[in-house]
């Protein structure tokens, strides 16, 4: 039972709101001398790890400072500034299609988006852009919700999007997780399974960016009185 008081640490630190990648060696760290290992065994094996799956990184590091230049000279900027002459564009519409973008491509194992990547650099923006078309300057919490938006339609379309294609890490580690508990699942039937939650993610973040929609109006209508009574 001490062995799990890695996962103890991680949820404290998530908590706590710790540096998220100390959290994880010091939880991993931990975890390894609990359960026998010296503290050199332990550096060893993440030292072995980082070394066989170095390649993982790669589209990161190479990806991360293209991202970076194309910031500086104002990519964020042309597209918030592109979405707020689009006169049918609202912050819940350009959010809803990139969610059907990706998870669709998701679905067909295409990885075409992501935090930085993407959502950073240019849904955001383009999210912020058509508030900001529609209404004018936007209250900095309103812009954070927006953001938090962006990030979450990212997150839950990748999700459910992944498990519709058997060749996925989370389909394989489910399979394999089966076959060591005796259960003999195919990869089509767990994909197969998996579009009935795409469709209900689908549907319930389409509803969400609708009442997205609807809170920015509320919002901008409230803060539009607050500032009439103000003078």
């Known amino acids: 039972m001490l062995k799990l008081i890695g996962i103890l640490l991680v949820a404290v630190g998530f908590l706590f709101r710790l540096n998220t990648l100390l959290v994880v060696m010091v939880a991993g760290i931990v975890t390894g001398m609990v359960a026998g ?40 900027e042309r597209a918030e500034a592109l979405i707020s002459k689009s006169k049918g564009a609202t912050t819940g519409r350009v959010l809803m299609s990139y969610f059907t973008i990706r998870e669709a491509s998701a679905a067909v194992g295409l990885n075409i988006g992501g935090h930085a990547q993407t959502v950073r650099p240019l849904v955001a923006p383009m999210a912020e852009g058509a508030a900001h078309g529609r209404y004018g300057k936007l209250p900095e919490k309103l812009k954070e919700k927006i953001k938090a938006n962006a990030a979450a339609a990212e997150n ?76």
Not at 46 to 75: A, W
Request: zero cysteines; charged letters at 20%; hydrophobic letters at 50%.
């Open 156 to 231: 839950t379309a990748w999700f459910f999007g992944e498990d519709i294609f058997i060749a996925t890490g989370a389909i394989l580690l489910m399979k394999g997780f089966f076959d060591s508990v005796g259960m003999h699942v195919g990869v089509w039937d767990m994909a197969l399974w998996g579009i009935p939650t795409a469709i209900s993610a689908f549907i319930v973040s389409w509803i969400r960016f609708k009442q997205f929609d609807k809170y920015i109006e509320k919002t901008m209508k409230k803060e539009e009185s607050q500032q009439k009574e103000a003078i």
């Open 37 to 76: 290992m010296s503290f050199y065994d332990v550096i060893s094996m993440f030292g072995k790890f980082f070394i066989e799956n170095r390649y993982m990184s790669m589209p990161i590091l190479l990806t991360l400072p293209v991202i970076g230049i194309l910031e500086r000279y104002g990519l964020k």
